[in-house]
């Protein structure tokens, strides 16, 4: 060995020299350098001359060796970490977990950002930047020598905005979410977050609470690092990634702060690096019987119907047909078996305990509502990954003959003059004296306009209304909120009354509850049937119909639609306006157009 090799300046260029010749033929097996010239990264690392020094000199400044060039699986760690986005605030050392398993397995692990759509805190609406989000990732994950990676996610919009821009790519890919939080604790009871959120407001508007017992309770709700421990979107996206199939079994439910949490992101880092080598990609799981998986289990679950536009836009990347109406039709046999606030009782550290999302996988499965056979990122069958799952509490996962609520509450798709492209309610959170009504409708143009009026003792409101929230669609907002769960009247309220009927071009926080019609479609600022409607005329709700009737002759509409006037936009450049002219309604997933479909992880030009 040279001075040159004892001090660790072995030339990068002359090791991939010497091994000229051997790398074509190799195949998959080992991690050595006579595997590196079927590899991505080989293209950046195990490049010669300039090129190939420039690339592995610069990764050098971090204090790599010469030895993580030897031809290794690269594997990228898209983390959606950030101070900003607190349910993912903790991701920092969920990456570093990744990593150990990475090298573990003979992996070379780069961790890099991306946008971290945290719910909580960004306005107008996260939704708004889960498209940019799954084009940052897309980009970043094609423009870099990865050869795979393992996507960190957490609050709701970052688990289907990574999925998407890593489906659009279709290298190997694994989805670690950060996990929910410990149960709020109030008052020795369990409170959850987001629902109690609605809860607590409504009592502090009646009276019932006062503020400063309010600024109590919400110190209460959020005691650990993790996202939303209610079966809010969060949780609900986390148990579809891994009914997908892109998620090891058993780790949707671990709390963010369970040791047992950072020991699955290790084999998730373990297993990225065999993914490669078997070649499994995003195309080979996302299949259709994948996503027949997913939208049964998220009915199983009592999930929130912002899976509808997550899992839409999601299948449009790879191509798979998945319309509306198939989120009706394929839960009509699937009852609720899982008994989780909003719907219900407890919150997720219960469902993990009680065996988590695997426990709900193997009911269906051996219901026969379940594809066993679908491929999962373990290279098994799902139905094979959970086949030895147990229940460990009945009550938080109830066997599928002794339901949390009958099969077909789950969400249904309604139809009608005034939904021609669809509508969803969820079932399990709304009230069942409202699934068959007719009402009133009291119009309001945005939510804005609603919620200046809404505390007034002497607005002209009854509890039989149908309160009409528009302008709150993908464009209109833009973005698509979730407004749609607006609060009662405060007069409504103190007088005893919980629900209403309430119908918006907008979405509800799957923490939310309510009869709440959510996603109309087309959106009312696109000249949708919802912007022709007016204070006083009357609605009819038939759920069980799956039905949203305006009932207004076909000559009146046909008055309002000539005199109606598209709203002006106050985008004149950005990323708003790009998002104003090319998203597509909820009924396409809310994704931009030109971004369906999978674009592969062919880099077209190399600059050096």
Same mark, same amino acid.
């Given at each position: 060995?040279?001075?040159?090799?004892?001090?660790?300046?072995?030339?990068?260029?002359?090791?991939?020299?010497?091994?000229?010749?051997?790398?074509?033929?190799?195949?998959?097996?080992?991690?050595?350098?006579?595997?590196? +010239?079927?590899? +991505?990264?080989?293209?950046?690392?195990?490049?010669?001359?300039?090129?190939?020094?420039?690339?592995?000199?610069?990764?050098?400044?971090?204090?790599?060796?010469?030895?993580?060039?030897?031809?290794?699986?690269?594997? #990228?760690?898209?983390?959606?970490?950030?101070?900003?986005?607190?349910?993912?605030?903790?991701?920092?050392?969920?990456?570093?977990?990744?990593?150990?398993?990475?090298?573990?397995?003979?992996?070379?692990?780069?961790?890099?950002? =991306?946008?971290?759509?945290?719910?909580?805190?960004?306005?107008?609406?996260?939704?708004?930047?889960?498209?940019? &989000?799954?084009?940052?990732?897309?980009?970043?994950?094609?423009?870099?020598?990865?050869?795979? %990676?393992? &996507?960190?996610?957490?609050?709701?919009?970052?688990?289907?905005?990574?999925?998407?821009?890593?489906?659009?790519?279709? &290298?190997?890919?694994?989805?670690?979410?950060?996990? *929910?939080?410990?149960?709020?604790?109030?008052?020795?009871?369990?409170?959850?977050?987001?629902?109690?959120?609605?809860?607590?407001?409504?009592?502090?508007?009646?009276?019932?609470?006062?503020?400063?017992?309010?600024?109590?309770?919400?110190?209460?709700?959020?005691?650990?690092?993790?996202?939303?421990?209610?079966?809010?979107?969060?949780?609900?996206?986390?148990?579809?990634?891994?009914?997908?199939?892109?998620?090891?079994?058993?780790?949707?439910?671990?709390?963010?702060?369970?040791?047992?949490?950072?020991?699955?992101?290790?084999?998730?880092?373990?297993?990225?690096?065999?993914?490669?080598?078997?070649?499994?990609? *995003?195309?080979?799981?996302?299949?259709?019987?994948?996503?027949?998986?997913?939208?049964?289990?998220?009915?199983?679950?009592?999930?929130?119907?912002?899976?509808?536009?997550?899992?839409?836009?999601?299948?449009? +990347?790879?191509?798979?047909?998945?319309?509306?109406?198939?989120?009706?039709?394929?839960?009509?046999?699937?009852?609720?078996?899982?008994?989780?606030?909003?719907? #219900?009782?407890?919150?997720?550290?219960?469902?993990?305990?009680?065996?988590?999302?695997?426990?709900?996988?193997?009911?269906?499965?051996?219901?026969?509502?379940?594809?066993?056979?679908?491929?999962?990122?373990?290279?098994?069958?799902?139905?094979?990954?959970?086949?030895?799952?147990?229940?460990?509490?009945?009550?938080?996962?109830?066997?599928?003959?002794?339901? &949390?609520?009958?099969?077909?509450?789950?969400?249904?798709?309604?139809?009608?003059?005034?939904?021609?492209?669809?509508? %969803?309610?969820?079932?399990?959170?709304?009230?069942?004296?409202?699934?068959?009504?007719?009402?009133?409708?009291?119009?309001?143009?945005?939510?804005?306009?609603?919620?200046?009026?809404?505390?007034?003792?002497?607005?002209?409101?009854?509890?039989?209304?149908?309160?009409?929230?528009?302008?709150?669609?993908?464009?209109?907002?833009?973005?698509?909120?979730? =407004?749609?769960?607006?609060?009662?009247?405060?007069?409504?309220?103190?007088?005893?009354?919980?629900?209403?009927?309430?119908?918006?071009?907008?979405?509800?926080?799957?923490?939310?509850?309510?009869?709440? =019609?959510?996603?109309?479609?087309?959106?009312?600022?696109?000249?949708?049937?919802?912007?022709?409607?007016?204070?006083?005329?009357?609605?009819?709700?038939?759920? *069980?119909? +799956?039905?949203?009737?305006?009932?207004?002759?076909?000559?009146?509409?046909?008055?309002?639609?000539?005199?109606? =006037?598209? *709203?002006?936009?106050?985008?004149? #450049?950005?990323?708003?306006?790009?998002?104003?002219?090319? %998203?597509?309604?909820?009924?396409?997933?809310?994704?931009?157009?030109?971004?369906?479909?999978?674009?592969?992880?062919?880099?077209?030009?190399?600059?050096?």
């Amino acid at each position: 060995m040279d001075g040159a090799q004892r001090d660790g300046q072995q030339d990068p260029p002359d090791q991939f020299e010497r091994q000229e010749g051997v790398g074509a033929e190799a195949g998959g097996g080992g991690h050595g350098v006579a595997g590196v +010239r079927h590899r +991505r990264s080989a293209h950046w690392f195990g490049a010669e001359g300039r090129a190939g020094m420039l690339y592995r000199s610069w990764m050098r400044n971090q204090g790599f060796g010469a030895e993580v060039f030897d031809g290794r699986p690269v594997i #990228g760690i898209a983390s959606t970490w950030s101070e900003l986005a607190p349910c993912n605030a903790h991701l920092d050392r969920v990456a570093e977990a990744v990593k150990r398993g990475v090298w573990m397995a003979g992996g070379f692990p780069l961790e890099f950002p =991306v946008m971290a759509t945290g719910e909580t805190l960004l306005r107008p609406t996260a939704m708004l930047y889960r498209n940019m &989000l799954a084009m940052q990732a897309e980009e970043l994950i094609r423009a870099n020598p990865l050869d795979g %990676v393992v &996507l960190l996610s957490g609050c709701d919009k970052t688990t289907p905005g990574l999925l998407m821009g890593a489906a659009s790519v279709d &290298l190997p890919a694994v989805m670690v979410t950060g996990g *929910p939080m410990l149960n709020g604790k109030f008052r020795g009871g369990d409170v959850g977050s987001g629902t109690h959120v609605w809860k607590f407001e409504a009592e502090i508007k009646a009276g019932r609470m006062s503020v400063e017992e309010g600024h109590v309770a919400e110190g209460c709700m959020a005691r650990s690092n993790g996202h939303c421990m209610t079966m809010g979107t969060a949780s609900t996206m986390a148990c579809v990634a891994e009914a997908l199939g892109m998620q090891l079994p058993g780790s949707a439910a671990w709390p963010a702060v369970d040791s047992r949490r950072f020991e699955v992101a290790q084999e998730a880092g373990k297993r990225i690096v065999a993914m490669v080598e078997e070649d499994l990609r *995003p195309s080979a799981i996302l299949t259709r019987e994948a996503f027949e998986n997913a939208v049964r289990a998220n009915a199983a679950i009592g999930g929130s119907t912002n899976a509808i536009i997550h899992l839409t836009a999601l299948a449009g +990347r790879v191509g798979v047909d998945l319309p509306l109406d198939d989120f009706d039709a394929l839960v009509r046999d699937v009852p609720t078996i899982v008994d989780l606030m909003p719907s #219900g009782r407890f919150l997720m550290e219960d469902f993990c305990y009680a065996g988590g999302l695997p426990v709900v996988l193997r009911e269906l499965d051996d219901a026969g509502l379940l594809h066993g056979g679908a491929v999962t990122v373990t290279g098994r069958g799902v139905g094979e990954n959970v086949a030895d799952a147990v229940c460990w509490n009945t009550e938080v996962i109830r066997p599928i003959g002794e339901p &949390l609520q009958p099969a077909g509450s789950g969400t249904a798709v309604l139809r009608g003059n005034l939904a021609p492209g669809g509508a %969803v309610i969820k079932q399990s959170a709304a009230s069942p004296e409202l699934m068959r009504h007719t009402g009133r409708a009291l119009v309001f143009d945005s939510p804005e306009e609603y919620h200046a009026v809404c505390d007034d003792d002497d607005l002209d409101v009854s509890p039989g209304d149908v309160l009409v929230i528009r302008g709150a669609g993908p464009k209109g907002y833009p973005g698509m909120p979730e =407004v749609a769960n607006v609060p009662l009247p405060v007069k409504l309220l103190r007088a005893g009354v919980t629900d209403m009927v309430r119908i918006s071009d907008g979405r509800m926080s799957g923490t939310g509850f309510g009869t709440v =019609v959510l996603h109309v479609a087309p959106e009312a600022a696109v000249g949708g049937p919802l912007a022709l409607v007016r204070t006083g005329d009357r609605i009819e709700l038939d759920v *069980p119909g +799956r039905r949203l009737t305006l009932l207004v002759p076909d000559e009146e509409l046909e008055r309002r639609r000539a005199a109606w =006037v598209p *709203p002006e936009s106050e985008d004149d #450049g950005g990323y708003r306006w790009l998002y104003r002219e090319h %998203v597509l309604q909820a009924d396409g997933g809310a994704d931009f157009g030109f971004l369906r479909g999978s674009r592969g992880s062919e880099v077209p030009r190399d600059s050096h």
